[in-house]
């Protein structure tokens, strides 16, 4: 499997802030994917990570709200913007490799916001 | 974009039985269907997945069948466990190929 780690792995915010969450794989790793996943929910596909390029944005998520920044094959961030209590999710980033389809996720930011 | 539909949302068993998860999808063009297992707090881990060129698949206890025409997959653990306690995940990939659309979710849990 590809090793993927996040940092924070959890936070508490005050609405308004905004959160930068970090993303690290390992170089095996060609696509890149960020995900929330709201309390007792499924995981749902915020946007796929382009290196050098802006973000491919799922229907109902926006870049003004959850800008992605992708620099290098093995980095990525995604930040969430002017937060309410509604962004309190866990927000997973994920990868896959050059060499298959199985998609492997980093371990979660569990994000609180009061 | 593609659907997944996830049943049962909840599922109870007594150690030793049998479980069964059941996905149907909307996209004739997805071709790869993951299942994930995720514990509580944990982050989600793949277990097995299935190819549209496959009809069946099995790894030790779990196996996964693929039904193309009736758009649907299945997950079965069989000689559950009480470590088999977890919420399963069924996903499909769509036309995009490499996006994945989960379903709802199977919160499954082993009774010793």
């Known amino acids: 499997s590809a090793v993927i780690s996040q940092k924070p792995s959890r936070d508490i915010c005050q609405r308004g802030t905004s959160l930068t969450i970090q993303c690290q794989v390992d170089?095996?790793?060609?696509?890149m994917f960020w995900y929330r996943q709201q309390p007792g929910q499924s995981l749902t596909l915020i946007a796929t990570?382009?290196?050098?390029?802006?973000?491919?944005?799922e229907s109902g998520f926006v870049i003004d709200k959850f800008p992605i920044s992708r620099p290098n094959l093995t980095f990525s961030t995604l930040t969430v913007s002017n937060m309410s209590p509604e962004d309190s999710s866990i927000y997973l980033c994920?990868?896959?490799?050059?060499?298959?389809?199985?998609?492997?996720f980093g371990p979660g930011t569990r994000l609180t916001v009061l | 974009g593609e659907n997944v539909e996830q049943h049962p949302s909840t599922l109870s068993v007594q150690e030793g039985d049998s479980a069964v998860i059941k996905c149907t999808y909307s996209?004739?063009?997805?071709?790869?269907f993951p299942w994930y297992k995720q514990e509580l707090g944990k982050r989600p881990q793949l277990i097995i997945d299935?190819?549209?060129?496959?009809g069946e698949k099995k790894d030790q206890r779990i196996a996964v069948t693929l039904n193309k025409t009736a758009k649907h997959f299945s997950l079965h653990i069989t000689e559950t466990q009480p470590e088999d306690s977890a919420v399963y995940f069924c996903?499909?990939?769509?036309?995009?190929?490499?996006?994945?659309?989960f379903g709802g979710g199977t919160r499954v849990l082993v009774k010793p």
């Open positions: 990570a382009n290196q050098g390029s802006e973000a491919t944005y």
């Open positions: 299935i190819r549209s060129n496959v």
């Open positions: 994920s990868g896959t490799r050059l060499t298959g389809d199985e998609q492997f």
């Open positions: 996209d004739s063009a997805s071709n790869y």
């Open positions: 170089s095996q790793v060609t696509m």
């Open positions: 996903a499909a990939n769509g036309a995009a190929g490499n996006k994945l659309t």
